[in-house]
Nanobody, 119 residues
Framework: QVHLVESGGGLVQAGGSLRLSCAAS????????MGWFRQTPGKERESVAA????????RYADSVKGRFTISRDNAKNTLYLQMNSLKPEDTAVYYC????????????WGQGTQVTVSS
């Protein structure tokens, strides 16, 4: 079982930055696929950025390319999302997720952290 806890959300003005963290416990997730997702009321959860184990380059949604950077510190069992040049449309609840590399679906999810970008 993997337990994920996000932190770092908050209120920021447009153009500002935030860094989200996702601390994993229960198992070492260095060989897991891990990603960040976000959701706003009335919309489906969307993938923002993700690592696929064995693939060196992370994947980003077109809407965040060049502004967001996903990274992981395997020694700390932690996933990060650096968000720069934030826009009001980035406002959402952000979730981190993990899955074993052989799994097709994300089995482990954090509780989410709210990011609000004011114009």
């Amino acid at each position: 079982q993997v337990h994920l806890v996000e932190s770092g959300g908050g209120l920021v003005q447009a153009g500002g930055s935030l860094r989200l963290s996702c601390a994993a416990s229960g198992r070492t997730v260095s060989s897991y696929d891990m990603g960040w997702f976000r959701q706003t009321p009335g919309k489906e959860r969307e993938s923002v950025a993700a690592f696929t184990w064995g693939v060196g380059t992370p994947r980003y949604a077109d809407s965040v390319k060049g502004r967001f950077t996903i990274s992981r510190d395997n020694a700390k069992n932690t996933l990060y999302l650096q968000m720069n040049s934030l826009k009001p449309e980035d406002t959402a609840v952000y979730y981190c997720a993990a899955r074993p590399s052989y799994s097709a679906t994300y089995a482990y999810w954090g509780q989410g952290t709210q990011v609000t970008v004011s114009s």
